[in-house]
């Protein structure tokens, strides 16, 4: 069985992730004092996560929890720089220091990208000093990025706020674009391949992905996890 492990500071999309991308697999939370750690098993997969929050005091308990991971997944929220400097310690100084962590493939997912003052991937990607400090690991960003499907007045826009959340880094292969284009429920959405024409998707060397997905119904969702499982597996 694979073991992903999912952590990040509290309010970073760590739940968002889990429900709605995984929403209807087993489910199991489990009682951790000072800790909130989830469980889900799919197809051969297990996932927990967990809050990384107060190193100093529960730093110690974390071991069990993300022993014998082939990745973690490291959500970093967009709109709190001033946390950066504690996310880069618990990343580079805690979580990969340990052994049990050495050939765990590493994925920062960039969350709130779409939030007034959000930091770019290049941005975060600097500050944390992944470049030299994930030098042992294989590691990519992953930039998630939901559209209407049923809004093309609104594809000028997210291509602009593309642009901008990729940076520096739009041609840098470590990181990965996944676009969901919700509404798929309505004979107005627009087709997978009209949106990456729309939003340029052919134009960057990154390596991404466009699927329907429906807020309403849960639709898709499973798509866009099995590319990112499939990924993560690389």
């Known amino acids: ?33 000072g800790l909130e750690v989830d469980f889900i098993e799919s197809d051969n997969l ?11 005091k529960y730093a110690p308990y974390w071991p069990p929890f993300y022993a ?14 001033r946390r950066l400097p504690d996310i880069k310690h618990v990343l580079c100084d ?10 765990a493939i590493v994925l920062i997912v960039a969350t709130k990208q779409d939030m007034p003052g959000a930091m770019s991937v290049s941005d975060i990607s600097a500050k944390l000093d ?8 294989k590691w990519n960003i992953l930039v998630a990025l939901v559209v209407d499907g049923t809004d093309i007045s609104n594809m000028a826009a997210a291509r602009n706020l593309l642009t901008d959340v990729l940076g520096e880094c739009r041609r840098e292969s470590r990181v990965k674009v996944l676009v969901m284009v ?26 991404w992905h466009v699927c329907h997905v429906s807020a309403k119904n849960n639709h898709g969702l499973h798509e866009a996890w099995d590319w990112l499982r499939v990924y993560i597996k690389k």
Do not use: W
């Open 182 to 207: 919700n509404k798929c429920e309505s004979r107005e959405c627009l087709p997978c391949d009209r949106i990456s024409d729309e939003l340029g998707l052919h134009a960057l060397t990154n390596r």
């Open 130 to 137: 992944l470049d030299n400090k994930l030098t042992g690991h």
């Open 68 to 81: 014998k991971s082939s990745a973690l997944v490291f959500l970093v929220d967009s709109c709190d720089e």
């Open 1 to 33: 069985m694979t073991r992903v492990t999912i952590v990040g500071a509290k309010s970073s999309g760590k739940t968002t992730l889990l429900f709605n991308i995984i929403l209807g697999e087993y489910y199991c939370e489990l009682p951790v004092p």
């Open 46 to 56: 297990l996932i927990n996560s967990f809050s990384v929050e107060h190193p100093d």
């Open 94 to 103: 805690i979580l990969l220091a340990d052994d049990q962590l050495r050939d």
